[in-house]
C-alpha cells in the first residue's frame, strides 16, 4: 500500500499548491467515520461524490443495486462524500482508501479520470471478471473503468435570429470554422457586451492549438511569442470600445440556452421548460473541444475491497440490457454505454415519435462516436486533468484581468503558469 500513500500525498499538496482547500477541518470526517463503524462485514460500500449522488446517480444508476438487494439478498450502502469540488472529492475518497477497506465501488463524477486509480494500485483489472465490457463503444472501454452514462453537448442555434441576420443558408452541418463566421456576423450586426460564452468559445482549443502539452516528452510550453501575443489579443479586444461592456452571463441570443441542457444523445424532452418551437431551432454536434466532448461518468473496483465481488455484480448487471434501457428511459438526458441496446432504442416510442430533427442530431452524433471523432476526458492521467483545471482558470483570470499588463508582465505569469503546470506534470 506504499504506493496508496504516495498518491495520496501527491493529491493533497497538488491540491494545497492551487488553493483548492482550506485549513479548516473537514466536519465530514466524525460522519464518514461513523458510517465507516456502521458496516457489517458483509455490506458492499459505493463511495460517491454527494452532488453527484444527488443530482443524478440516485435517479440513474441505482436500479440494478436495488435489484441486487431485493431480489439476491446482497448488501450495498452508498457513502455520500460532502466535497466542495470534485478535487476534494479525490482527497476525501483517497484518505479513505488510505485508511481501511471499506470502500469497494468509486464513483467518478462526468469528466473525471480514473487513471489516478490505476497508477497507485487501486483499480482492479476488470478483463476477466465483468466480459460484458466488450458491448461497451469501444473508445470508451478500458479494463479498469466501467463507464455508467453518457452526455454529449449539442448546440441550439436560434433560426429567427440568425435569418434576420440574413443568414438563411443550411446551418446543420457546421463545424467550427462555420460557426465562428456566423458569430462574427452576430457582432458586428449591432453592439453587443462581451459574454462569457463568446470567451468560452474563443478559448475552447486552447491547449491543443497552441501545443500547450507534450505529455510523452513530459514538457509544457506557454511562455512561447504566439501565445502571449494570443493573450494580449484577448485582453485588448474584451477591453476595448467595440463592446458595450462586459456581461458576466455564458449566453447570446443566436445560441438557446434552455436547450443546452439536453444531452444532445438523449433528446427526448427539448429542455427544462423550453418555449421554442423545435421548427426554429438549427441543432449542432459539438463544435468545440473534441477531445473533451465525450463526458461518462463511472466506477473503478478497489481491489482491495473487502466485498469487490459484489461490486463486480453491480456493474454485470447494470450492463444488462434491461437497465442500460432504462438508462434512457428513466431520464430526459443521460444515454447508456452499451452498443446492445441502441437498435431497441431506435424502436422504443420515445425516439420514434420524436421530432425528425432531434433524431437526425442523436444518429449522428452516435456515427462520430463510433468512428472516435470525440474522446472522453475520463480517459485522461489525474496530472493532465488537474493541468487542464490549472491551466484555464489561470487564463481566464488574466484575460479578464482590468489592471494594465506589459508584454513582459503577460510573460512572466505565462511563464510562472508553465512552471507550475510542469510541477504538476513531473509528480
Known sequence: ??????????????????GLIGCEEDPGVKERQAFIESLTEDEMVVAVWEQAYQQYVAGTETKAAYDLMNYEGVSIRYLQVKAKTAEEYYELVNELLYQNESV?????????????????????DLTD?????ANIYPNLQSPYYIPATIWVFPTALNRIVLENLGIEEEL????????MAIRATWLESTPRYYTKRRYQEEIADFHTRFSVFDLENRQVALAKAEVVAYVQELRDEIHSDQYLGIQDVEQDDFVVQDVEHINGLNTERLGWGSTHDIADL?????????????????????RFGKNKEIAIRFLRKY?????????YNDSYSFYPVSRQVEERIFELDEFVYRNEKLQVLQTQILENIKQGLYASP?????????????LYERLEELVYDEDRYTREDLEAELKALEERLYLILIE
Open 104 to 124: 469497494d465501488l468509486i464513483h467518478l463524477p462526468f469528466g473525471n479520470p480514473y487513471q489516478a486509480y490505476v497508477d497507485n494500485g487501486i483499480a482492479m
Open 282 to 302: 438549427i441543432f449542432l454536434p459539438p463544435v468545440f473541444e473534441p477531445d473533451q466532448a465525450l463526458l461518462t461518468d463511472g466506477y473503478v473496483v478497489n
Open 319 to 327: 450492463l444488462e440490457d434491461e437497465y442500460q434501457i432504462s438508462v
Open 1 to 18: 500500500m506504499k504506493n496508496v500513500k504516495r498518491i495520496l500525498q501527491i493529491i493533497v499538496l497538488l491540491i494545497v499548491g492551487f
Open 129 to 133: 471478471a465483468i466480459p460484458e465490457i
Open 378 to 390: 475520463s480517459n485522461q492521467s489525474f496530472e493532465y486533468w488537474l493541468m487542464m483545471q490549472g
Open 172 to 179: 446543420e452541418a457546421l463545424d467550427r470554422d462555420g460557426y
